[in-house]
């Protein structure tokens, strides 16, 4: 059973930084696409990063230039560095494995973690 597992999420003011993990046990991790999804209250689950297993990377308009996405295969450890968050970065982030090495076509979840930017 493949279950990715996030953590790092917490509570920062406007400005500020926050790295997330997901460490992902049962599965050959670097033999998939991985990616970061988030979901503010009343509002879709959207990606916000993927990152294909020759470390392509995709992003979301909203995060570019702030948020890196990064794995590292060694750890079964998936990354997202945050900087410069704003109010509107607050949501549940979920850590997602894709069912393909370079294509985000997501076939497990971890529960998410709780990210809130104050103004």
């Known amino acids: 059973q493949v279950q990715p597992v996030e953590s790092g999420g917490d509570l920062v003011q406007a400005g500020g930084s926050l790295r997330l993990s997901c460490v992902a046990s049962?599965?050959?991790?670097?033999?998939?696409?991985m990616a970061w999804y988030r979901q503010a209250p009343g509002k879709q689950r959207d990606l916000v990063a993927s990152?294909?297993?020759?470390?392509?990377?995709n992003y979301a308009e909203s995060v570019k230039g702030r948020f890196t996405i990064s794995r590292d295969n060694a750890k079964n450890t998936l990354f997202l560095q945050m900087n410069s968050l704003k109010p509107e970065d607050t949501a549940v982030y979920y850590c997602?494995?894709?069912?393909?090495?370079?294509?985000?076509?997501?076939?497990?979840w971890g529960q998410g973690t709780q990210v809130t930017v104050s103004s």
């Open positions: 049962g599965t050959i991790f670097s033999s998939n696409a």
């Open positions: 997602a494995r894709s069912l393909w090495s370079n294509v985000v076509a997501v076939d497990y």
């Open positions: 990152i294909t297993t020759g470390d392509s990377t």
